[in-house]
């Protein structure tokens, strides 16, 4: 019973965690709403993923919006873009972004 317990707290603690760092570039990168990017210059798509679940207890959907956010924040500034608009919403640790240059 112990070990149960155990287990269900180290999992309840790490369902917590956040991996995904901030890069420096990310962190030059906003997060804008769509009626907030007029006189910018869209450079494409990003794609980010995070894990929903860790084994059978479901991930926080704050924690799971928060690394979605890093991660695309991260790729916009591999593509040299300052600006990241979400195209959708969360689904299964699942999320799209448009990336933009903005003035």
Aim: glycine content about 6%.
């Amino acid at each position: 019973m112990q070990k149960t317990l155990t287990l269900f707290a180290l999992i309840a603690i790490l369902s917590a965690c956040t991996w995904v760092q901030l890069t420096s570039g990310g962190e030059q990168v906003e997060i804008r709403a769509a009626n907030q990017i007029a006189g910018c210059e869209r450079l494409g798509r990003a794609s980010s993923t995070t894990m929903d679940r860790l084994i059978l207890v479901d991930r926080s959907s704050e924690r799971q919006q928060e690394e979605l956010f890093t991660l695309a924040r991260n790729e916009a500034a591999n593509m040299g873009g300052n600006a990241i608009v979400a195209t959708n919403n969360v689904s299964n640790g699942r999320q799209q972004f448009d990336v933009y240059r903005c003035p």
